[in-house]
RNA sequence: GCCGAUGUAGCUCAGUGGUAGAGCACUUCCUUGGUAAGGAAGGGGUCAUGGGUUCAACUCCCAUCAUUGGCUCCA
């Protein structure tokens, strides 16, 4: 008999040779019939897996990341067995579940490809494999035999893999006539697997290296049950609507023209109110933390980008020089704003008094992205980020960096982004030639940036490698309302700027010091957030944020005269209110500014026209009543406070 | 940058080897209508661009550009 103790700290005897299926059994018959995979002693299994000796178990359903993870990887081997079928020859990379579903690396051989056209037919093949119940079996294989079994089908990217791995460690799993190499768990067997679909297609470099050979990625996605792709399917119709490239054309908020150039966003009237509320409201935050607003030209010599570090590490990658009609002078399209603000710390001399000392601007940058990487908003060549550098004596860093978390947090709470993690970007250990600077200054600043994340309470991932290169950064990743997850604000401790320019501040010893350098940026791009908030609000944004507040429809014709002064009158109070004295019925008026999200509609006709008054409807929820012009101006102004209110 | 897809009116999209169509939007007229689409008429397109094949190309082929799904990259 042997221990296995669940997750609540109980502990039952079972028979040495227990599966994670039979204890789930043991429990009861409908959580066996849902369980998936299960952790065996921190370790994932199948449930299907014999356990011999003592374990902590955990078993996971559907609903959960383990069980998703096993049910998408056993639908891996499953799409991959379809394409064995249905493209004989094929050659297999990698399989694995991802956050949403899984994909299969596969090479077709010379002259195949799979095209929009195939999935169904996959799909097809899939659900007739899954039907026959094919047990997935494990076996533990040595490495010979792993070679040899993949050698003797030409499996070279198999073979490859193998090569990496540590004899005594390898399993196969073998479903139908699909035999993958793999750590597992997997499904018992692959009648689980009740509806699939192939969502696209695409190509990807063998083992992510862009020297190698490009493999078609084929993703998919199966489910448990019918309902839950339909339900899935619904969700990517939503993010379709959601698409901050068709919202923003719709409510004509940007656009991009062939004539200016890929990836230069052009900011519509609608989407410059947008976004010059969202800057004011930032400054304003700004100012309360002791920022100063300073402005510095687009392009700047590009010495002061060698002097950066920037130009050796991106400037064959970047947009080129500008040449002067002098010869020799070379100036960069800014990528970067710190060089420039350094250049103004370095325009006086500083005091430990006078420190911290905060730049910000919003600066707009111009970096060569590559053409396949453009994308919406969300990528461009040419944005704004809301930038702010702060100079600080090293004993105020870790404050200092507290203070601008505060200000993140700020924002997204006042913005509704209630769902978001912060991620430790730490540099790779075994990988120093990668950064510049010192590894004294490199462990002081990702001790602050620890210390002051685990000070404010924050839960944190911590990702080794990622650091920027010149110093370790904490980024911010919010959920938007349909559960994607987007990266925005980030704030970076950086060493190496001031050592490079040089920058100085007199000590209480009166003695020279270096000051540290943060660079944040709580929106991340201007660009970016605004797209993030589309796809956040679908479009109906806070009423702060609204191009419009309100549009004022007549009844008809007759009532435009007295539309246009209550548009005046609340033009006057502030209030963002145009007149729809088209020639139509009110029916169509409401429909037309409904689905421009116009937040207020304010009805007119012989009635409020006698009582000086508006009928109100609000966008999505419909009649509010009457108010009178001044009542409701005092009604929009006090939502705006409301919305804006801080704690 | 790489692999795949796409590019037709302001927008969303049909379409064919014999030089183009719908709905919405726009203009004009009729209608003056009370909470999500009133009616009629009209204007609008070098079918992304440049080559090639063909008697004939928007359609087939090639290249370029742009967009797009991924990959790689992201100061």
């Known amino acids: 008999m042997i221990n296995i103790t669940f997750p609540d700290g109980h502990a039952r005897e079972y028979e040495a040779g227990v599966t994670g299926f039979d204890i789930a059994q043991s429990i009861s018959p409908r959580l066996a019939k849902e369980v998936l995979s299960v952790t065996v002693n921190g370790n994932l299994w199948d449930i299907a897996r014999p356990i011999t000796e003592d374990a902590s178990i955990m078993l996971h359903k559907w609903e959960t990341e383990e069980g998703k993870h096993a049910f998408w990887h056993s639908s891996a081997h499953l799409l991959a067995e379809a394409l064995q079928e249905l493209y004989p020859g094929v050659k297999f990379g990698i399989g694995p579940a991802i956050e949403n579903g899984f994909y299969y690396d596969v090479d077709l051989g010379e002259g195949r490809q799979i095209t929009d056209a195939d999935f169904e ?211 960069l399209l800014k990528p970067m704003n710190c060089p420039h603000h350094c250049e103004i710390y370095k325009s006086k001399p500083h005091s430990y008094k006078d420190l911290p000392v905060r730049y910000a601007e919003f600066g707009t940058v111009y970096r060569y992205e590559q053409s396949g990487e453009l994308h919406g908003l969300t990528r461009v060549r040419g944005f704004t980020q809301d930038d702010a550098h702060l100079f600080c004596r090293p004993d105020q860093l870790k404050e200092e960096f507290k203070k601008v978390i505060d200000i993140v947090l700020y924002i997204f709470k006042t913005l509704k982004f209630e769902d978001f993690t912060a991620q430790i970007s730490l540099r790779d250990p075994n990988n120093h030639e990668k950064y510049i600077g010192s590894d004294e200054n490199w462990e002081k600043a990702e001790q602050a940036i620890i210390e002051a994340t685990q000070e404010k309470g924050m839960n944190c991932v911590v990702e080794t490698g990622e650091a920027a290169f010149y110093g370790p950064k904490l980024d911010f990743m919010v959920k938007d309302a349909i559960g994607r997850k987007w990266q925005l604000g980030t704030i970076q401790v950086d060493y190496n700027l001031p050592e490079r320019f040089d920058l100085e501040y007199m000590g209480s010893d009166n003695q020279k010091h270096r000051p540290v ?28 944020l609204s191009p419009d507040h309100a549009v004022i429809l007549p009844i008809s014709d007759k009532f435009n005269e007295y539309a246009k002064t209550v548009c005046s009158f609340l033009n006057n109070s502030d209030i963002r209110t145009f007149v729809d004295d088209r020639n139509e019925k009110i029916g169509k008026k409401i429909r037309d500014n409904e689905l421009k999200r116009i937040p207020y509609l304010l009805i007119v006709g012989e009635k409020e026209a006698e009582s000086g008054t508006v009928s109100v409807r609000k966008q999505g929820e419909g009649d509010r009543g009457a108010m009178t012009q001044d009542d409701f101006a005092r009604f929009i102004e006090s939502e705006i406070e409301e919305e804006l209110k801080e704690n």
């Open 121 to 331: 037919t996959i799909e097809q093949k899939m659900l007739e494999l899954a039907s026959q119940k094919n047990e997935y079996k494990r076996s533990e294989v040595s490495k010979k035999q792993a070679i040899d079994y993949f050698g003797g089908i030409n499996e070279e990217y198999k073979v490859e893999l193998i090569n990496e791995l540590e004899d005594g460690t390898i399993s196969f799993y073998k479903q139908g006539s699909f035999t993958d190499l793999c750590r597992g768990p997997h499904l018992p067997n692959t009648e689980f697997i009740k509806a699939a679909k192939v969502l696209s297609v695409a190509g990807a470099y063998w083992r992510g290296d862009e020297k190698r050979k490009q493999l078609t990625r084929v993703y998919g996605i199966t489910f448990p049950k019918q309902t839950l792709l339909d339900e899935y399917l619904v969700l990517l119709e939503e993010a379709k609507k959601r698409d901050h490239r068709k919202i923003g054309k719709e409510l004509e908020l940007f656009t991009f023209s062939q004539n200016v150039g890929s990836g230069l966003p052009l900011w519509l009237p609608k989407g410059a109110m947008l976004r010059e509320k969202l800057e004011n409201f930032l400054k304003k935050v700004q100012k309360k933390y002791g920022y100063e607003q300073v402005i510095t030209p687009h392009i700047g010599s590009k010495s002061l980008y060698v002097t950066s570090g920037h130009y050796e590490k991106y400037g064959k990658d970047s947009f080129q020089p500008i040449l002067t009609p002098q010869k020799g002078e070379e100036f």
């Open 517 to 544: 350098m943060i660079h944040r940026a709580p929106f991340g791009s201007m660009e970016r957030f605004v797209a993030v908030l589309i796809e956040h609000t679908a479009g109906k944004f806070p009423l702060w």
